[in-house]
């Protein structure tokens, strides 16, 4: 059938949330990084601007700038109304209302928005998905994926986290996945039996916590690298 716009939520994140998601620091964000399942994302668009090198993969970059926008915008009130509905499974510290939330997501995607032509024609927006990339092994110093793996438990089986891990550790040094929480807010069953079998394959795993909580109980990221 292929990937649908509509079957997707577009939802992207900020620089400064990245880098409290990922507990990345100064020196990291010279690396060579792919942000993998990146969606609207600003990071992109801004860790080009500051002359860092980072590149995007995800299946929504098939589709044109305009399409996207649209899409976010049927989702958006959705969105924000779900988490009215639910906002006792926020932490209102560094975001103090779903108003305020609102403002900094958009804000992220409107970057992304007009970064996407200029990002596709760069090469720095590829059309591809876990978990097969069209990388070269160890093309990235460090690979990051944010809510999407874990996030999304009850459609991604421990098979297709297993395999998408092992892909990411094949094109980076090092791999860092945020949050470990599904998106009922409890940790994801894949992660216990994900890291015994990664573990026995050799790889070296640790949960590190991060200074960054908007989800309830989703302050950790799983850290993995193949020697």
Known sequence: ??????????????????????????????????????????????????????????P?????????????????????????????????????????????????????????????????????ELPSLPFTTRQFSLAVCSHFLFSYSDLLSQGFHLLSIQELCRVANEVRIFPLVDISGDVSPHVSPVIRELNAQGYNLEIKQVAYEFQRGGNQMLQIRKF
């Open 1 to 58: 059938m292929g990937f649908k716009l509509e079957t997707v939520i577009p939802w992207g994140r900020s620089l400064d949330e990245y880098v409290r998601m990922f507990d990345l620091q100064p020196d990291e964000l010279r690396l060579t990084l792919l942000d993998c399942a990146g969606g609207p994302a600003s990071f992109n668009a801004e860790m080009t601007r500051q002359g860092y090198n980072v590149m995007s993969c995800d």
């Open 60 to 128: 929504i970059y098939q589709f044109s700038a305009t399409d996207i926008k649209r899409r976010i915008q049927e989702v958006y009130p959705r969105v924000i109304d779900g988490v009215k509905a639910n906002r006792d499974n926020y932490v209102w510290q560094t975001i103090g209302t779903p108003e305020e939330l609102g403002e900094i997501r958009l804000s992220a995607m409107e970057e992304f928005i007009d970064d996407l032509s200029m990002g596709i024609e760069q090469g720095r927006y590829i059309n591809a």
